[in-house]
């Protein structure tokens, strides 16, 4: 329901069928896409990130990662809170689903009321320090990068900013981003309270597969 400036699809290096689909439905969507296909894995999704920051020229990036789902709807209304470009992100309540797509948790406001019963319970826009505090401080309460929006230009100063710690993260380097961002003087976050954002989670995935030292070491320097 929003109109999309531009769309960027990258594939770092997939061993599976990922190109050929990507092809596919590029070509059926009748739409102009700039694909970019690395020839060896990153092995970081945060390295991909960059790269799509490197080359989008819209005012707003929507980072839609693989195999997450969304409402029609969800562009339009976070990007709704960009009115102003001290608005360094704002993002949406998510709901999760499983690898087979069965619901198993219809929105992430119950683990956020753990931290505060009135954290994240309705729409709002915080002072960027005051989120930092309120809502990253002890875990990241950002669920999943694909509810987010972010403003391009406080996204590549928090990429700049912290590129050189970034490259060692595998699970919390968006973590990281947010906390970066908020430190911007007289940023903004926003949040659209309804789950826009449809979380796939695998029981294989990145945060299985970390060994248990180094996730927690993301942790405590994210943290710190």
């Known amino acids: 329901t929003y109109p999309i400036f531009e769309t960027i699809v990258i594939d770092d ?8 689909v990507i092809d596919r439905v ?3 969507s009748r739409r102009e896409v ?19 920051a490197e080359i989008a020229s819209g005012e707003l990036l929507w980072i839609a990662e693989a195999d997450d789902l969304a409402a029609q709807t969800l562009v339009e209304r976070v990007a709704a809170l960009h ?19 069965w619901q198993i948790m219809d929105s992430y406001k119950p683990y956020a009321a753990v931290e505060s019963k009135d954290l994240l ?18 875990k990241n309460l950002i669920l999943n ?26 699970l919390a380097g968006d973590w990281l981003l947010y906390a970066q961002a908020c430190r911007a ?3 903004r976050v926003g949040y659209v309270s309804d789950p826009l954002n449809v979380h796939r989670r695998h029981q294989v995935s990145v945060t299985g597969s970390i060994d248990a030292a180094a996730h927690l070491s993301e942790i405590k320097n994210a943290q710190a």
């Open 83 to 101: 009115e102003g470009a001290d608005m360094a992100f704002a993002f949406c309540d998510s709901r999760a689903i499983d690898e087979n797509g």
């Open 13 to 20: 290096a997939s061993k599976d069928e990922s190109r050929s």
């Open 34 to 52: 700039t694909k970019l296909y690395s020839a060896t894995n990153s092995g970081s999704v945060y390295a991909q990130w960059a790269r799509a």
């Open 26 to 28: 590029v070509a059926a």
């Open 121 to 138: 319970q309705k729409d709002e826009v915080f002072d960027a320090l005051d989120f930092a505090r309120r809502v990253i401080a002890t």
């Open 185 to 187: 003087p007289g940023a």
């Open 145 to 170: 990068g694909s509810a987010v929006v972010w403003n391009l230009q406080a996204f590549r100063a928090a990429l700049s900013a912290v590129s050189a710690t970034l490259k060692g993260y595998r």
